[in-house]
T-cell receptor, first 114, second 112 residues
Framework: KAGVTQTPRYLIKTRGQQVTLSCSPISGHRSVSWYQQTPGQGLQFLFEYFSETQRNKGNFPGRFSGRQFSNSRSEMNVSTLELGDSALYLC?????????????FGSGTQLSVL | AQSVTQLGSHVSVSEGALVLLRCNYSSSVPPYLFWYVQYPNQGLQLLLKYTSAATLVKGINGFEAEFKKSETSFHLTKPSAHMSDAAEYFCAVTTRGRALTFGSGTRLQVQP
């Protein structure tokens, strides 16, 4: 079974641009969560999608948005990029809603904002 | 509210020595607790989880953790460190229906 796939692996953008990151969960998994990882702030929860609906949302500004498609694939969008958005963005999937479920993580997308 | 504190951002041990990584949690309701490991340039991988069954939880690669409610702790241990254990370790807490809250991580270095 293929693992969680995130594309692209690396991305370089400039301030003010927007970016879309993609995540394909493990086959059969219906929940997809996104996390931002930075050296200063650690791992911070962005949002969780389950059956195409956002179920949980972290404390990030509205510039961060996401969606989930009927095949459970998910995209995350960041508009009007700021230098502080430079981070590793991790996607994780699980069969059901998060809680006591084990999360399966992708290798992440490393975003650099110049 | 839920939170996790990992004591020590860096821990260094000799190969063959005991590994002890500390985690304390805060939760207003009974928590689920996890330890994840992250190797360089990779995502996180689950080591073990506590979900209110046995308080001593055994995980992969010889790691185990003990849930101590009185101390609000969930420390991770391994009797004998191996070079391949060098990585960053994250403790995480959640309650039903909520997203995981991660600690700040502990980087484990294993000296030959």
């Amino acid at each position: 079974k293929a693992g969680v796939t995130q594309t692209p692996r690396y991305l370089i953008k400039t301030r003010g641009q927007q970016v879309t990151l993609s995540c394909s969960p493990i086959s059969g998994h219906r929940s997809v969560s996104w996390y931002q990882q930075t050296p200063g702030q650690g791992l911070q929860f962005l949002f969780e999608y389950f059956s195409e609906t956002q179920r949980n949302k972290g404390n990030f500004p509205g510039r961060f948005s996401g969606r989930q498609f009927s095949n459970s694939r998910s995209e995350m969008n960041v508009s009007t990029l700021e230098l502080g958005d430079s981070a590793l963005y991790l996607c994780a999937s699980s069969p059901e809603r998060t809680g006591n479920e084990k999360l399966f993580f992708g290798s992440g997308t490393q975003l650099s904002v110049l | 509210a839920q939170s996790v504190t990992q004591l020590g951002s860096h821990v260094s041990v000799s190969e063959g020595a005991l590994v002890l990584l500390r985690c304390n949690y805060s939760s207003s309701v009974p928590p689920y607790l996890f330890w994840y490991v992250q190797y360089p340039n990779q995502g996180l991988q689950l080591l073990l989880k506590y979900t209110s069954a046995a308080t001593l939880v055994k995980g992969i690669n010889g790691f185990e953790a003990e849930f101590k409610k009185s101390e609000t702790s969930f420390h991770l241990t391994k009797p004998s460190a191996h070079m391949s254990d060098a990585a960053e370790y994250f403790c995480a807490v959640t309650t039903r229906g909520r997203a995981l809250t991660f600690g700040s991580g502990t980087r484990l270095q294993v000296q030959p």
